[in-house]
């Protein structure tokens, strides 16, 4: 089993930047990983995804020139770098990951494990 622990969330002035953390534990794996967020009243959502390697990443369009997502796989840990933030961006974000390697899209089905969600919340 592999446990997901995100940590880097907190109260951010729009403009600002925040640097997300996804630390997984037990078995390792090669996996691609993710980011996904859920704002109160709205479904969850993808934010960016990342195989195993490292060399192939996905945003939502949302996000796209704002967020940068990373791995350092000798420390299992994934990365989600949030600049420019703004007040939309605020929710709960989980990191995710994937049996395989590879990614196969942005729906939550295609991931197996799932963190318990860190809070960003972004003021105006």
């Known amino acids: 089993q592999v446990q997901l622990v995100e940590s880097g969330g907190g109260l951010v002035q729009a403009g600002g930047s925040l640097r997300l953390s996804c630390a997984a534990s037990g078995r390792a794996f090669n996996n691609a990983r993710g980011w996904f967020r859920q704002a109160p009243g709205k479904e969850r959502e993808f934010v960016a995804g990342i195989n195993w390697s490292g060399d192939s990443t996905y945003y939502a369009d949302s996000v796209k020139g704002r967020f940068t997502i990373s791995r350092d796989n000798a420390k299992n840990t994934v990365y989600l770098q949030m600049n420019s933030l703004k007040p939309e961006d605020t929710a709960v974000y989980y990191c995710?990951?994937?049996?395989?390697?590879?990614?196969?899209?942005?729906?939550?089905?295609?991931?197996?494990?799932w963190g318990r969600g860190t809070q960003v919340t972004v003021s105006s």
């Open positions: 995710a990951a994937r049996r395989l390697s590879g990614l196969a899209g942005s729906s939550a089905d295609l991931f197996d494990y």
